[in-house]
């Protein structure tokens, strides 16, 4: 059994090639709202429910289309306010379902990345060919009703195999919201050899593990936001870093949430030296301009 993932090298936070964003910025800040689709009965997984009750999981299913129905154009209409474009981890399902949520994010430049074809179908049990499969396919329909191929990944439920980052770096991808491990962004080691890296995604800022796992509140949750800006704002005057918040429209979105959320945004966005940008322009950024300096200084620290 492997007692650490192959995907990547230990590499301390200290004494690291210095990063600088675009413009001088000392923090990449990016909102990364998952716009996902759950099916009310989707087909049984041996390794995973997709809900708590029997079907029909009214209470579950009823609260996500929620946020599509309505919390959606709420967030929207917030980050518009505050110049961020989001970067959507995508259920591609909602090419097909909602193409109307498609159309209204393309209008707004917002960037698509990969989060599997149903938020109710996981990559457990499955086999390297049906993986692939689908990844190929949500890859083919961000492409096919945005124009643009996605460029990141974060597997559907959070849902990996050993070759899951193999498999979307052979296809074309060049990030990873998949990892934890770090502020900045890091490179990932893959079959192919590809630059393919991870930009940093935050589970403690996410807002489905705030509001339904940890049980804050939509105050402290603001506050917590504010905290987390803080302390990368000030590390990111020796080497840059970066801020993610990730979103959902079901949790976020909720008429009781949404002061404390966008007093965090207005905070964050009123801070000089923030680039205000999107999973791929980082990923873009790193690798131009960083990859291979940070690759080189791993392999010298391995060395030490």
């Known amino acids: 059994m492997n007692e650490t993932p192959a995907l990547y090298d230990y590499w301390p936070y200290q004494n690291r090639p210095k990063i600088r964003w675009p413009n001088d910025a000392k923090l990449a800040f990016w909102v990364a709202p998952n716009i996902e689709f759950y099916e009310l009965n989707p087909p049984l997984n041996p390794h995973r429910k997709a809900w708590p009750q029997p079907s029909p999981a009214l209470p579950g299913y009823t609260i996500r289309d929620y946020g599509n129905r309505v919390g959606h154009a709420r967030q929207m209409n917030l980050l518009e306010k505050y ?3 989001g970067s959507i981890s995508l259920s591609t399902a909602l090419c097909d379902h909602h193409p109307e949520i498609i159309e209204l994010c393309k209008e707004r430049n917002w960037e698509f990345f990969s989060h599997g074809i149903y938020n109710t179908r996981y990559t457990y049990g499955l086999s390297e060919d049906q993986e692939r499969e689908m990844i190929l396919d949500s890859i083919a329909t961000i492409e096919r009703h945005t124009g643009i191929k996605p460029a990141g990944y974060l597997a559907p439920a959070l849902s990996h195999s050993e070759v899951t980052l193999d498999l979307f770096a052979e296809a074309g991808g060049s990030y990873t919201c998949d990892l934890f491990h770090d502020d900045q962004p890091t490179p990932v080691r893959t079959r192919s050899g590809a630059k393919f890296i991870s930009v940093p995604y935050s589970l403690e800022m996410n807002d489905t593990i705030a509001y339904a796992v940890n049980k804050v509140e ?9 905290d987390n800006f803080d302390r990368l704002y000030e590390e990111g005057d020796t080497s840059g870093t970066v801020m993610c918040i990730p979103t ?12 404390a959320y966008e007093e965090a945004l207005e905070y964050i966005t009123g801070h000089s030296d923030v680039w205000v940008t999107t999973g791929r322009e980082i990923a873009d950024y790193f690798i131009d301009h960083y990859y291979d300096a940070v690759t080189a200084d791993i392999v010298a620290k391995q060395e030490i």
Do not use: A, L, T
């Open 218 to 226: 939509p105050r402290r949750y603001g506050q917590m936001i504010k």
């Open 83 to 85: 110049g961020i474009r």
């Open 248 to 259: 959902h429209n079901y949790q976020v979105s909720c008429p009781h949430r949404m002061k």
